[in-house]
């Protein structure tokens, strides 16, 4: 079946990455069982709206027109995203609702092994030559230092000094990594050139910062607020604070403290950050990274049907969903 939409893919292929991430588990053996037991209910527990764990199909299938050889990867990033959204819900304090299910400690040793150990002993069961196996390895290694980086600085910022370059720094680590990881490891596995794999994470890169500020919108048309209850700052804030009157800035970062524990705070910094100029720059960095993300596609090339459908998912992805306030 040829793929129009990554969704496509998605139903194509869920059942097998599914069966693989089971396998991944089941590989660790039978003195593993209190580790199995809890990253299987990890697992369970954290749950993908848009199963992006379809990338690596995409690139090996762009690379060699057959997407099934990279489904290992897809359970690696499903297992990786599974471990760090774990871990950013626990440092922004949100980790009851797994506690109740299999008890924090329990999940945090769970999401250790969900974002290390088990998608390295994925990659130490390919059969696939050294070099590939060594490479593959190499990618989640740095992933990891990058995106705990990332992770890092956003834990560490002071909204005061928030800019949009910060915050998109910051976007590159925590975000950027993991897709330019995932989408390398397809070009590898692919046996593609160097130059071509170093296009792809660049690609991914890219790709990542795009789909951090698509799901910061989502964040806000849900109703869910968790950055502005978490104190998150985000490119929406920089954009917004980087226009502001020396007045209206210390406001938004009155509003951005006080939005932790205030509804009405919320509200107000919503409206705030939906205003008509600092949109606008939003709007513009959306088209900046779309049109990168754009052009390597193109530069890249590929086989078959895959390349539309990255160059759709790009699309979609740097949408403005969010409507101005006047």
Not at 194 to 201: G, L, N, P, T
Request: hydrophobic share 40%; net charge negative; glycine share 8%.
């Amino acid at each position: 079946m040829n793929p129009t939409s990554y969704l496509d893919l998605y139903r194509q292929f869920s059942s097998d990455i599914d069966a693989e991430t089971k396998a991944g588990i089941e590989r660790l053996g039978p003195s593993a069982a209190a580790v199995k037991d809890a990253v299987t209910r990890l697992l369970q527990h954290q749950t993908f709206r848009y199963p992006l764990q379809v990338l690596p199909l995409l690139v090996h299938g762009a690379e060699t027109g057959d997407p099934g050889p990279a489904v290992p990867l897809s359970a690696i990033h499903v297992l990786w995203w599974t471990s760090a959204c774990y871990l950013d819900d626990l440092a922004d304090g949100e980790a009851a609702s797994v506690s109740r299910e299999i008890g924090e400690n329990e999940a945090l040793l769970a999401s250790i092994i969900c974002g290390n150990a088990l998608p390295l002993h994925i990659i130490q069961s390919q059969p696939v030559p050294d070099s590939v196996r060594s490479a593959l390895t190499a990618e989640l290694v740095t992933c990891a230092i990058v995106g705990t980086e990332g992770q890092l600085s956003d834990l560490r910022r002071d909204a005061g000094d928030a800019t949009r370059d910060s915050v998109l720094t910051t976007y590159r680590g925590k975000s950027g990594a993991p897709f330019g990881m995932i989408t390398a490891m397809g070009a590898i596995l692919a046996g593609a050139e160097h130059e071509r794999i170093r296009m792809w994470r660049d690609f991914g890169d890219v790709f990542g910062i795009l789909w951090q500020l698509f799901n910061d919108q989502q964040d806000i048309l849900s109703g869910r607020n968790e950055d502005l209850r978490n104190g998150t700052i985000t490119h929406l804030f920089a954009c917004a604070l980087e226009d502001a009157s020396p007045r209206s800035g210390n406001r938004l970062l009155d509003l951005h403290t006080a939005a932790k524990s205030s509804e009405e705070a919320r509200s107000e910094l919503t409206d705030l950050l939906l205003a008509p100029t600092g949109l606008q720059q939003y709007e513009a960095d959306l088209r900046r990274f779309r049109d990168e993300a754009q052009r390597l596609l193109t530069e890249l090339g590929g086989e078959g049907n895959h390349m539309p459908v990255l160059h759709r998912l790009v699309e979609e992805s740097a949408q403005l969903l969010l409507h101005r306030t006047e």
